[in-house]
Antibody, heavy 121, light 110 residues
Framework: QVQLAESGGGVVQPGRSLRLSCTSSGITVSQNALHWVRQAPGKGLEWVAAISSDGSFKYYADSVRGRFTISRDNSRKILSLQMNSLRPDDAAKYFC??????????????WGQGTPLTVSS | QSALTQPASVSGSPGQSITISCTGTSDDVGGYSDVSWYQQHPGKAPKLIIYDVDNRPSGISNRFSGSKSGNTASLTISGLRNEDEADYFCNSFRTSDTFVFGGGTKVTVL
């Protein structure tokens, strides 16, 4: 079965940290860039971060730059998102997506089902 | 980072054609061919339906087509069907190696 699966979401207080993970099964990801995308309840999609296939290039949305760090471990097929200094407006469902390019493009053919994050005191 | 501009809603009757616009700037839609469209049904993950402005992934109906003129990309759905009722988002590469989505368009089949 082809899938990406996110995990690590939950409820966290403002200012705290959390780490999300995305694992793959049934598809290869080592030759593909990977992305994190989020969606607040009832809102649209927001691109968060991307990482090239070999992990050498990382890109961030202005809203998370300096607070979030994207990383990957190709040997374990794991994509991660370390989120620090969390704010209430970071609350959303977080999706991982596989880019069809090794660098970064907007062609994301495979998506996970998302993991929810709530930021509240 | 301001989002690309899409109409909030578009509707049509079964069998009709509808077009959704996606307006950006020369720093994104107008400057690159890296424009894609995603379909999202409630509670589901987005699904890629158009990439590189006018290309369809394998398995996507040819009722979906994309185009671009200047800073505006468009998605046309022809022969509208009930199952096309969903939210649609455009996405573009943007200068400085970032990506930007449109605000989303809710398609209603009357």
């Amino acid at each position: 079965q082809v899938q990406l699966a996110e995990s690590g979401g939950g409820v966290v207080q403002p200012g705290r940290s959390l780490r999300l993970s995305c694992t793959s099964s049934g598809i290869t990801v080592s030759q593909n860039a990977l992305h994190w995308v989020r969606q607040a309840p009832g809102k649209g999609l927001e691109w968060v971060a991307a990482i090239s296939s070999d992990g050498s290039f990382k890109y961030y949305a202005d809203s998370v730059r300096g607070r979030f760090t994207i990383s990957r471990d190709n040997s374990r097929k794991i994509l991660s998102l370390q989120m620090n200094s969390l704010r209430p407006d970071d609350a959303a469902k977080y999706f991982c997506a596989r880019d069809e390019s090794d660098y970064a493009s907007s062609r994301w053919a495979y998506w996970g089902q998302g993991t929810p994050l709530t930021v509240s005191s | 980072q301001s989002a690309l501009t899409q109409p909030a809603s578009v509707s049509g009757s079964p069998g009709q054609s509808i077009t959704i616009s996606c307006t950006g700037t020369s720093d994104d839609v107008g400057g690159y061919s890296d424009v894609s469209w995603y379909q999202q049904h409630p509670g589901k993950a987005p699904k890629l339906i158009i990439y590189d402005v006018d290309n369809r992934p394998s398995g996507i109906s040819n009722r979906f087509s994309g185009s671009k003129s200047g800073n505006t990309a468009s998605l046309t759905i022809s022969g509208l069907r009930n199952e096309d009722e969903a939210d649609y988002f455009c996405n573009s590469f943007r200068t400085s190696d970032t990506f930007v989505f449109g605000g989303g368009t809710k398609v209603t089949v009357l």
